[in-house]
């Protein structure tokens, strides 16, 4: 293998598996029989697979006629093992192995999910792969060019139902057991094999000759209809647009009531977390939402990542990046009216802004050599920056010389694996097929390769305006780099494009006394800093609506950015909104914006001087927005306009406005006493708003409701209203409450979130995590992306104490894990960010 990673080598790679479980459903414990086609390219005595928490109990290799035994030797620390032949062996080979393994309930390999039915504790297997976890179910070759097909047979109670990537092949029954037998896979990697056993509901459709289920445990197949009508139009779509056939006969979009991340692209049969799968009538519009998005982003995965993938976890982004990208693109076709191609520069290109801003990040394509440093990588880089930086690049070679070359790409590499290079050449060559004479792997490789994005200086002296660029950075420090940027710009006579060169300063004509406007559509991932005499006149084409929707809010983001890291003062920043960007509070997405914006300045501000001027603005902003689109969601309203009322509701009710919060408790009040339904829509904001201003009493209700439902959207509404009271005792019995039996450990993460983004917590938290971290270590294993989410709560603190006990705790290596080494610079930064911040406006 290439880039000296710690690999198995490419000397030996496997051809097919067949695999054998023999399932203890009582006692959660399994044996294993495998046997692996393998080649051996030159002649070896050693061949070398990996394997963790599974204990070998024999060990053979079948060479020409003969079966060799094999001398074990396992190395844990590297999760390897090496079978010892007496003599060297080249060509084929077959690698037999006998195994015993345990179903865990840290939700990763081939673990162990519970639920309730009838009101017992039942439970299901599932499996968790990715990306590197195959070799916790079974010893193989954990690295995803080792492609290969696989035989999967279980063995079990009669009375369970079984589930893999492909149809069953056949069943066979022997007294109270049953073995089963799936079709052959194609040809994949390890990480995308499912395994399911349990009790399920199925909910069944076609498209063309696919067909298609969206599965659960019981009891909940009617919330499985709506999901199953997304996997059809999107599936629809995909083949469309890829101009290639969704390659297998079925899928299958499973719902795990146990799952550390949000779903998992298993090349047919599809895993969820419940919340982002299963709908009904009860369901929010926004959750309605990030469920189409889920499952087109899995779907996505089946064409980019399953059919074609990339050689090593460096490239990890031609999965997720174009995932990301592909799935707004989807709704966007499938459902217009939802805007989601506007939903998009917020969701994903303002992620990627924050998170790119800090020193510490690292590039989309970024250099990792072990399992628990990919780990580390499933990030904001890998999804949102990578997805940024493709919508950047259609819009710079074009929609249908981007798809035409993706469309190439995939034909080329199917059931295979590739290379950002490869994708570069397939646009390269289909912008030279369409006349475009645009090297787009010259632009696109600079951006993927390097880490941060530029910030453009823009001055206009007259009709000449000069642009340069440098690095940005959240902690205003001086930064080497430039990046080739293609430039779309606006004034009042039109728009024009151009490419600025790395290391350039470029000078072009606008009119006279005009406005001009960089990033015009914001499709290019670089922020603009406005001269002095030049702002305003953008403030005012705000105003006017000459600049509206993704334009308007390019400008105010960029601005707070500004004022975050210290650039301008806090003033200059909300001046701007009181001028310019009030007057339209059900304007998409500058209203997001804003909102967004205000809350943070609210939480980071509380208890100083400044509070009651953030305050005074979100009352007033709030305020008119709900005068305008009222409490009442309306027929054929826009979906952004549904998700403001409740930002609106929460920002007034937690912000003191009397009305809203008499409303709120009246809702609740009668929800709880007649059981009257709060709009889905608005029922979270009314639940924070109730828990800001309740007591013990209402602390105890709400952890009542929480053990009874089992919607859960209901769920998460309640743990999140959990973490708002002001209270904090009652925020310690909060935390306290997430670590109980009651709160799934795959949630547990989610109250210790809403209680560092609380004033009334965010110190309390940081004592809290500190004296439960040798806990949580041994709780969250380094494939659930988890414990990190524990370390990134600590970053609105915003004082140098606290920053220097940061460090020291994360200082002391029995603190640390790789999977988080990442998390804790970043938290740092951020941390060193805020204080920052309130020197430039507090004690300034």
Known sequence: MAYGHETLGDNVSPSNYKIRLDLDFDRFEYIGHESITVTVRRSAGVIALNAKDIDIIEASVDYGKSRLEAALRIIPESERIELRLKRAIAGSAVVNIKFKGRNNDRMYGFYRSSYKAAGKTCHMLTTQFEAADARAAFPCFDEPAFKATFDLSLVMDKDLEALSNTEIKSQKVVGNRKEIAFETTPRMSDYLLYIG?????????????????????????????????????????????????????????????????????????????????????????????????????????????????????????????????????????????WDMGTQYFLDVIGTAFNADALESTHPISVDVKNPKEIDSIFDEISYEKGGSVLHMIEDYSGKETFRSGLSSYIKAHAYSNATKQDLWKAIDRAAAKSGRDKKVGNVAGYWVTKPGYPIIKCKVKGTTVSVSQERFTMLGRERKGTWPIPLHIMDDRGTQKMLLMQGRSIKFKTAVNGWVKLNYGQSGLYRVSYDAATLPKLGAAISSGKLKGKDAWGIENDLFTMARCGKIQLNDYTDFLRRYCMGDPDSYPINFSVSGHLAWLQFMLYGTR????????????????????????????????????????????????????????????????????????????????????????????????????????????????????????????????????????????????????????????????????????????????????????????????????????????????????????????????????????IKN
């Open 197 to 337: 056993v349990g009790r399920f509901e199925y909910t069944e459709g076609s498209l063309g000759g696919l067909k298609i289920r969206v599965i659960s445990t019981p009891g909940k197949k009617a919330m499985c209809a709506l999901p199953l009508e997304f996997a059809k139009k999107f599936v629809s779509f995909y083949q469309q647009y890829f101009g290639v056939a969704y390659p297998l006969k079925k899928l299958d979009l499973i719902a795990v009531p146990d799952f550390a991340v949000g779903a998992m692209e298993n090349w047919g049969a599809i895993t969820f977390r419940e919340i982002a799968l299963l709908a009904d009538e009860s369901t929010s519009v926004a959750n309605k939402q990030r469920i189409a998005e889920v499952i087109a982003h899995e779907l996505a995965h089946q064409w980019f990542g399953d059919l074609v993938t990339m050689k090593w976890w460096n490239d990890l982004w031609l999965n997720e990046s174009f995932a990301t990208f592909m799935s707004y693109k989807a709704i966007e076709a499938t459902f217009p009216e």
């Open 610 to 841: 400044l509070q009651g001027k953030i305050d005074e603005l979100i009352l007033y902003y709030n305020d008119k927005a709900i005068n305008e689109i009222g409490w009442t969601k309306k027929q054929g309203e826009a979906n952004t306009t549904t998700m403001l009322r409740a930002m609106a509701v929460s920002g007034l009710g937690i912000t003191g406005h009397r009305k809203t919060i008499e409303k709120a408790n009246e809702l609740f009040s009668s929800y709880i006493s007649t059981g009257k339904q709060i709009d889905p829509n608005i029922r979270g904001a009314v639940y924070k708003i109730a828990a800001w201003n309740g007591n013990a009493g209402l602390h105890k209700k709400l952890q009542e409701l929480y053990k009874k439902t089992t919607n859960p959207e209901e769920q998460r509404r309640i743990i999140i209203a959990l973490g708002m009271f002001r209270d904090e005792s009652l925020l310690q019995e909060t935390l306290d409450f997430s670590f109980s039996s009651n709160v799934k450990l795959q949630d547990a993460y989610i109250p210790a979130a809403i209680i560092a983004d609380n004033p009334f917590g965010k110190m309390l938290i940081w004592d809290w995590s500190k004296r439960n971290w040798p806990m949580m270590l041994t709780k969250f294993m380094s494939g659930t992306h988890i414990l990190r989410k524990y370390v990134e709560n600590m970053d609105g603190m915003a004082d140098k104490k606290s920053l220097t006990e940061f460090n020291k705790f994360f200082g002391d290596k029995k603190n640390i894990r790789e999977d988080i080494d990442r998390s804790v610079s970043k938290t740092a930064e951020r941390i060193e960010a805020n204080i920052n911040f309130i020197n430039a406006n």
